[in-house]
């Protein structure tokens, strides 16, 4: 299929021109642009007719299971007010940065795809946004994102036809009404989802106020909790590190004008998240390097960094030494440590400052694992308390390093592929990468690591059907039974998602 268009020029959020798709239909497409929506059943198992045959088996002994989602992004707020959804574009476009970025990249300024500019750019209308993200549907071909879009608007929205630019106006009009229907609703959704468990990722100054709401809603039967992500706190390079020391006093209640008051105020915060049913801290480190100085030698320095005269080393080794102190806490309260590292966050200067974080340039990097956790696995690594899941972007690791730290170490968990490699073919690649060395069960099971919240069931599947494609595989070859299969399958969507995180 031909998607070269005529186009017209558009101003893009970094001064370029962008084109808007011309109505004229593609090859191949009906003279009405209206092309069925409808993925198909055996979608990502394997082409072959008797690996499929098993494949298929395999996916049904899972396909509805209760879904355990102990890593994502989305709002609690979302489930204890449970608002309708406004329109299609607030729920599927402006909140996912995989679909901006790639939207971006073909010259979309964000603020055409509803964000906020702080140059005072006024962000497009729901609907314009829409049209933008329809009339580039092709842009999302081979793509994962492409995967769950298509499951989102037809499995879980009921869309039968494709977006395009043709049928953008038709299918904003259908989803608004659609949205404003009580079974479209937050909580209703979160029900027909399937969803046991619903991990959301939370400041430490967070008073939790939605997830108590929750809690305590006679109507409400799921369970949401919070996670202990206190990456700003942490991170002493950072330009606005000592207001965010001040926030987390105020939160605490103890001074964190010292070292011992950012400690304690941490080991405060820490406890009142797990009081409200938080079993994990989430860190995005630029790398795994944690360190463990005496405490007068972490007093000292936190002194020099928090008064300024410290060098730029010097303020990394603080950040590593209260990482470090997370691995301590958690070897004491059980908390699970996930780590997500190798990505160099808010790569495009300019994006950041107008649009802020997590708004589609970060970007991977190599990671190191061996070297880098040997002092924190030298004192927790068979700690009965302590548990730790590592995540990379660096898929070279993956065998090199962290099949083998995980074949090894009892309190090491293989995190899923995840953001840039939780796609089908990576996700093949990495039970290829780790299995052989580490089993299936050292692994913590699939995170969805989502913000947009109809995703989590699209993901789900997508991983559910690799999994199934992948030990189809080896039951063909004869290395696993099909028993053993179908009781893999189901253990890497329950029991060591579960067992992993605490759940």
């Not at 298929?56 to 994502?72: A, C, Q, T």
């Not at 605490?252 to 079993?279: K, M, N, P």
């Not at 589609?360 to 690594?381: K, N, S, W, Y």
């Amino acid at each position: 299929m031909d998607h070269r268009t005529d186009s017209t020029p558009a101003a893009s959020s970094n001064g370029a021109r962008t084109t808007t798709s011309s109505a004229a239909p593609r090859r191949g497409m009906p003279s009405d642009g209206r092309v069925p929506l409808a993925p198909h059943p055996d979608r990502l198992l394997p082409p072959e007719p008797e690996r499929r045959a098993i494949a298929r088996r395999l996916y049904e002994g899972v396909r509805d299971l209760p879904l355990i989602s102990p890593h994502g992004h989305v709002d609690p707020r979302l489930l204890a007010e449970d608002r309708p959804f406004p329109d299609p574009a607030s729920l599927l476009v402006t909140p996912d940065h995989y679909v901006t970025r790639l939207l971006h990249a073909d010259g979309v300024g964000l603020p055409e795809l509803g964000l906020r500019d702080q140059d005072g750019a006024e962000p497009a209308e729901p609907r314009e946004v829409w049209r933008a993200f329809c009339s580039r549907w092709h842009l999302f071909l081979g793509t994962a994102s492409r995967q769950w879009l298509e499951a989102e608007l037809h499995e879980v929205l009921g869309v039968a036809v494709q977006p395009s630019a043709d049928t953008a106006d038709e299918l904003f009009d259908e989803l608004t009404a659609r949205l404003r229907q009580p079974e479209f609703r937050p909580r209703a959704l979160y029900e027909s989802f399937g969803i046991a468990v619903l991990a959301t990722t939370d400041d430490p100054a967070d008073d939790l106020w939605h997830h108590r709401a929750l809690a305590e809603d006679p109507s409400w039967s799921g369970r949401v909790v919070p996670t202990f992500r206190p990456d700003r706190y942490l991170d002493a390079t950072a330009a606005g590190w000592a207001r965010a020391l001040d926030d987390l006093a105020a939160a605490s209640g103890i001074d964190t004008g010292d070292y011992a008051g950012l400690v304690g105020a941490l080991e405060a915060r820490r406890e009142f998240f797990r009081a409200h049913g938080a079993t994990a801290t989430d860190h995005s480190a630029p790398d795994a390097r944690m360190a463990f100085l005496d405490p007068a030698e972490a007093a000292a320095l936190f002194e020099r960094v928090r008064s300024g005269g410290a060098t730029g080393d010097e303020a990394v080794l603080l950040s590593q030494q209260l990482l470090g102190e997370m691995a301590r806490m958690s070897s004491e309260d059980g908390m699970v440590l996930a780590l997500h590292t190798g990505s160099r966050r808010n790569h495009h200067p300019d994006t950041l400052r107008r649009f802020g974080p997590d708004t589609g340039h970060d970007i991977p990097v190599r990671a190191e694992f061996t070297r880098a956790l040997q002092p924190m696995l030298e004192r927790f690594g068979t700690h009965p308390r302590f548990r730790t899941v590592l995540f990379t972007l660096d898929e070279t690791a993956f065998s090199r390093e962290l099949a083998p730290l995980a074949g090894f170490y009892p309190a090491v968990y293989l995190g899923a592929p995840w953001w840039f490699l939780d796609a089908p073919r990576a996700m093949h690649r990495f039970r290829d990468a780790v299995t052989e060395t580490a089993g299936f069960y050292r692994s913590a099971g699939f995170i969805d690591d989502t913000r947009g919240f109809c995703s989590i069931p699209a993901r789900h599947d997508t991983a559910r059907r690799v999994d199934a494609a992948h030990l189809a595989g080896l039951v063909a070859e004869h290395v696993l039974a099909e028993d053993d299969a179908a009781q893999v399958i189901r253990d890497l969507n329950d029991r060591q998602p579960r067992i992993a995180f605490r759940l």
